[in-house]
């Protein structure tokens, strides 16, 4: 993606936490017809058996992406966080108004798992999500039978990271003057996505 220098996000660790923080992520696949398809979905940063990191998700095998996954498809995964609009009002000058936001786009090859694989991959996914539920629930309550029912309905993926890209456009090109006036505007906006971006933008400049 295009990312201009006062915006790239480099750092592979901070790059790999975002992923893990923002993990419903789009999925985007090409057809054999050359049309793209994509698919919302939660996709998971996990270690490989040699130490590195690979991408894990599923999705629903009536998808028609489902049936692109087996090939060693090039794909784009794209985590995204929290973004606003910015209004040029807000600078102590003439502008033009822009957007801020947070996102991590990954390319690779995508491929499928095993019926284990993919329970072993729906039992932790499961533990994620559920680790602040009140009343949890797992594969084992369940029922590992129930839960490999299910997944005659799904497809469950494995994807490389090929490339990792990263931007962070949080007016950095600004003063401090007009860069703690953008986050003061933003924390006015009643808007939770434009709150978060101030938090961010306050943590990196404090």
Avoid at 17 to 28: E, G, M, P, V
Avoid at 30 to 47: C, N, Q, S, Y
């Amino acid at each position: 993606m295009y990312i201009p220098k006062a915006f790239q996000e480099t750092d592979r660790d901070t790059l790999f936490q975002f992923i893990r923080n923002h993990s419903f992520a789009l999925l985007i696949s090409t057809g054999e017809d050359g049309i793209p398809v994509a698919t919302h979905l939660p996709i998971e940063l996990m270690p490989t058996a040699d130490g590195q990191f690979q991408l894990v998700g599923h999705l629903a095998k009536a998808n028609p992406q489902a049936k692109l996954l087996a090939r060693d498809t090039p794909s784009l995964a794209i985590f995204s966080g929290a973004h606003s609009y910015i209004s040029s009002s807000w600078y102590d000058h003439v502008n033009v108004p822009t957007w801020n936001y947070l996102s991590v786009q990954v390319t690779g090859r995508t491929n499928t798992l095993t019926d284990d694989e993919t329970l072993a991959f729906l039992r932790q996914q499961v533990d994620k999500y559920e680790a602040k539920s009140k009343c949890s629930v797992s594969v084992e309550s369940m029922t590992e039978a129930y839960v490999r029912k299910e997944m005659r309905g799904l497809v469950a993926f494995t994807m490389t990271i090929d490339s990792l890209q990263g931007v962070a456009k949080l007016s950095q090109n600004r003063d401090d003057t007009n860069y703690k006036a953008i986050i003061a505007e933003l924390r006015q906006t009643g808007d939770p996505n434009a709150d978060a971006l101030a938090d961010e933008m306050a943590a990196r400049r404090a």
